[in-house]
């Protein structure tokens, strides 16, 4: 089941004063925005096995990073990049384990209005009015973007037409309310985007790859790591590559009944 990050700010004091890792506690997990359609679908699948009740705080994988590194309770972290995961390790914030589960590609999305763009350096041109991306230094999708802005030459040229969304699905809605004439957007965001085409001309080896880390935080209890393995079993991965992401090492499957 979800749980929105108000649910999580209320609950943070009883989940602090409840302390974590305690055998049959709910599963916390803080997960990139990216994620939101197929992990609900893997948390479905999990509890319907007779795994334990999963709550999963979603947002932009830096601004979770540091609600964790502040003493947010999380059971287990999932992030779109890799620099939110560093980020722990710099503040010297204990995983258990850590398993690279997916990967993911950057593609633009428009509105069906707008003419179809060849090539990303006509995103400078006068026909482009705004051009949305998530915040880089909140969420990595921006950050994959800036570098491949920053690659092909192109990032001082849109300082002026760019707007900042909070994580992924923010910056497709500015384009989907018409606040901007383009966004950003994982490819797998931009599969569920009603009313907006999707054009595929961000050259992939103009970012890093896209890389979603696993962190099994430090005092987990037993039902999380039942979970994080779950999350690189064959059941998990089928959703997830049914959902458009690439999955990048199968685990054993859970063998629960």
Request: negative net charge; hydrophobic residues 45%; charged residues 20%.
């Amino acid at each position: 089941m979800g749980a929105n990050l108000l649910l999580i700010a209320l609950l943070f004091p009883m989940f602090i004063s409840a302390g974590c890792g305690a055998g049959d506690k709910d599963v916390l997990v803080f997960s990139a925005t990216s994620l939101t359609d197929a992990l609900d679908e893997v948390i479905s699948e999990f509890e319907a096995t007779g795994g334990g009740e999963v709550l999963v705080s979603y947002g932009g994988s830096q601004t979770l990073a540091q609600q964790i590194a502040n003493g947010a309770p999380a059971d287990i972290f999932i992030s779109a990049g890799r620099f939110p995961v560093d980020f722990l390790d710099d503040r010297e914030v204990e995983s258990q384990k850590r398993e690279d589960l997916l990967s993911n590609r950057l593609v633009l999305v428009v509105g069906r209005s707008r003419p179809e763009i060849m090539d990303l350096a006509e995103l400078a041109s006068d026909d482009v009015g705004r051009v949305a991306l998530a915040a880089p230094d909140l969420a990595p999708a921006g950050g994959y973007a800036k570098e491949s802005l920053v690659s092909l030459g192109l990032w001082d040229a849109l300082q002026r037409k760019m707007v900042f969304g909070a994580d992924v699905r923010a910056t497709m809605a500015y384009v989907e309310s018409g606040n901007a004439d383009v966004a950003f957007v994982y490819r797998t965001d931009a599969a569920i985007a009603g009313g907006l085409e999707v054009i595929d001309v961000v050259p992939v080896d103009s970012y890093p790859q896209i890389v979603y880390p696993a962190l099994l935080m430090n005092g987990a209890s037993n039902t999380a790591a039942e979970f994080f393995r779950f999350l690189s079993g064959e059941r998990a991965s089928a959703i997830f590559d049914a959902r458009g992401f690439i999955v990048l090492d199968e685990g054993p499957e859970d063998e629960r009944n």
